[in-house]
């Protein structure tokens, strides 16, 4: 069989690398990418120094439009093709106290890894019905929705509008993310577009506060990209079980 190419946005720590590091392990070639040209050359090389050769660095800022076209450029010379895109690289948002979160957690512990499900945080009855309605769903309404919180957000109305006052930038830009991706899966019935919530990993993101090490994190994400059944497009998985969106 022909191998397969991976791209790994984010690749240089965290959930990222591991991806990175049991792709590569299953024979995929894996373009680790990396807003850092350092940090991204630094992890391709402790991967080549564990015996990982088909792993290669390529500098990618996801909100920087001039780098995504320089990877595709890459891509498009390197390789002629891309199976695999795992879209991973994400910033918290905001700055959180630590011993805050660990009280926040404390209370309840099953609150990071649900802020990517968009029920949990947001009660604005008129948000929700937006995005649950996935075939009148359009690039044109998620931005609507973008705008509604950003607004909020300016004019100190998170709570009042039905959205989660803390960490909302990271829980709505997810929850939008998520939508897009189903949006995606709509567009391209020929690609297979899928979400996954890796669990709540032990990485920076949450101060190493997570429950489960970034090896068992990267396992759903993997298995899920090197699957070769087709079936799974439009659909959420809470690490390897589907779920709710
Ligand atoms: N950890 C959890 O409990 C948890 C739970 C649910 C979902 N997730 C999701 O899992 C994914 C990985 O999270 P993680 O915990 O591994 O986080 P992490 O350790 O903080 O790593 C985040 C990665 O994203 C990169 N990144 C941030 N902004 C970028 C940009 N503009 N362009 C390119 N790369 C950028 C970071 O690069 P730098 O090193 O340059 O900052 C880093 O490599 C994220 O999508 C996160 O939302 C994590």
């Given at each position: 069989?022909?191998?397969?190419?991976?791209?790994?946005?984010?690749?240089?720590?965290?959930?990222?690398?591991?991806?990175?590091?049991?792709?590569?392990?299953?024979?995929?070639?894996?373009?680790?990418?990396?807003?850092?040209?350092?940090?991204?050359?630094?992890?391709?090389?402790?991967?080549?120094?564990?015996?990982?050769?088909?792993?290669?660095?390529?500098?990618?800022?996801?909100?920087?439009?001039s780098s995504?076209?320089l990877l595709?450029?890459?891509?498009?010379?390197?390789?002629?093709?891309?199976?695999?895109?795992?879209?991973?690289?994400?910033?918290?948002?905001?700055?959180?106290?630590?011993?805050?979160?660990?009280?926040?957690?404390?209370?309840?512990?099953?609150?990071?890894?649900?802020?990517?499900?968009?029920?949990?945080?947001i009660s604005?009855?008129?948000?929700?019905?937006?995005?649950?309605?996935?075939?009148?769903?359009?690039?044109?309404?998620?931005?609507?929705?973008?705008?509604?919180?950003?607004?909020?957000?300016?004019?100190?109305?998170?709570?009042?509008?039905?959205?989660?006052?803390?960490?909302?930038?990271?829980?709505?830009?997810?929850?939008?993310?998520?939508?897009?991706?189903?949006?995606?899966?709509?567009?391209?019935?020929?690609?297979?577009?899928?979400?996954?919530?890796?669990?709540?990993?032990?990485?920076?993101?949450?101060?190493?506060?997570?429950?489960?090490?970034?090896?068992?994190?990267?396992?759903?994400?993997?298995?899920?990209?090197?699957?070769?059944?087709?079936?799974?497009?439009?659909?959420?998985?809470?690490?390897?079980?589907?779920?709710?969106?």
């Amino acid at each position: 069989m022909e191998t397969r190419v991976a791209v790994v946005t984010g690749g240089n720590r965290g959930v990222g690398l591991e991806i990175c590091r049991q792709l590569a392990s299953n024979g995929i070639l894996v373009v680790l990418t990396a807003r850092d040209e350092e940090k991204g050359c630094q992890a391709v090389k402790a991967l080549h120094q564990s015996g990982l050769s088909g792993v290669t660095f390529h500098q990618l800022d996801v909100i920087d439009r001039s780098s995504i076209l320089l990877l595709v450029e890459f891509v498009r010379t390197k390789f002629g093709k891309l199976d695999i895109l795992v879209n991973n690289a994400a910033i918290g948002g905001t700055t959180i106290d630590p011993e805050r979160l660990s009280e926040l957690l404390k209370q309840d512990p099953k609150a990071s890894s649900q802020l990517d499900y968009f029920p949990q945080f947001i009660s604005n009855e008129g948000v929700i019905k937006v995005l649950s309605d996935i075939d009148n769903l359009s690039d044109e309404k998620l931005k609507d929705v973008s705008g509604m919180f950003l607004k909020d957000f300016k004019d100190g109305n998170l709570e009042a509008n039905g959205w989660q006052p803390v960490t909302s930038a990271y829980a709505v830009s997810k929850t939008l993310v998520n939508a897009y991706s189903r949006l995606l899966a709509k567009k391209h019935p020929l690609l297979e577009v899928c979400c996954v919530n890796p669990g709540f990993v032990k990485t920076d993101m949450n101060y190493g506060m997570g429950l489960i090490s970034a090896e068992e994190g990267a396992k759903a994400p993997v298995r899920l990209a090197l699957q070769e059944l087709r079936g799974h497009s439009c659909l959420y998985f809470e690490q390897c079980e589907i779920a709710e969106f």
